[in-house]
T-cell receptor
């Protein structure tokens, strides 16, 4: 059973606000990922990390930023939210064999 | 050409039938292949992985891999209404083992 947590689960916020989406895992996985997924659409990788102090941009350009100060924690920040950021954000972590385990997701709505 | 392509669906099967899902990939160097199930409004859940050519069975699920043809499939035997979901094929990138490329998914509906 994957133990990966995301908060908040749902967030409705106004344009221009700064937000941080939290992701934590208790499995000791080195590798963590953020994906963006619109309803009924594909997953898009926006950020990933292979360990503490390691972060990389993914395949989809994103205005968000991430940090990895602790192995278990991989927060995603939007400095100034816009309606175009409305989406579901999924965090995942991975052990050495490659399979990724997903958190429950944060559904973000920017008004 | 997309890196991972799946039959677009939707796929509708009667309860008790076999659902067959197909996936092709473009990177001949890929070594790891995964199938995820995603219920509407939920996050993807890993159901199968396969690394070697041939078949791998887990309960009612069978994954099949043919690296020469760059093809991976998922069979769901004795389909149940609870199997109604979108199934995502994922393939590791040769240049980066820990990144996965996901297909767009095939939506399966099992009719009772």
């Amino acid at each position: 059973e994957a133990d990966i947590y995301q908060t908040p689960r749902y967030l409705v916020i106004g344009t221009g606000k700064k937000i941080t989406l939290e992701c934590s895992q208790t499995m000791g996985h080195d590798k963590m990922y953020w994906y963006q997924q619109d309803p009924g659409m594909e997953l898009h990788l926006i950020h990933y990390s292979y360990g503490v102090n390691s972060t990389e941009k993914g395949d989809l350009s994103s205005e968000s930023t991430v940090s990895r100060i602790r192995t278990e924690h991989f927060p995603l920040t939007l400095e100034s939210a816009r309606p175009s950021h409305t989406s579901q954000y999924l965090c995942a972590s991975s052990k050495g064999t490659g399979e990724q385990f997903f958190g429950p997701g944060t559904r973000l709505t920017v008004l | 050409q997309k890196e991972v392509e799946q039959n677009s669906g939707p796929l509708s099967v009667p309860e008790g039938a076999i659902a067959s899902l197909n996936c092709t990939y473009s990177d001949r160097g890929s070594q790891s292949f995964f199938w995820y199930r995603q219920y509407s409004g939920k996050s993807p859940e890993l159901i199968m992985f396969i690394y070697s050519n041939g078949d791998k069975e887990d309960g009612r699920f069978t994954a099949q891999l043919n690296k020469a043809s760059q093809y991976v499939s998922l069979l769901i035997r004795d389909s149940q209404p609870s199997d109604s979901a979108t199934y995502l094929c994922a393939v590791n990138e040769r240049s980066n083992d820990y990144k996965l490329s996901f297909g767009a998914g095939t939506t399966v509906t099992v009719r009772a």
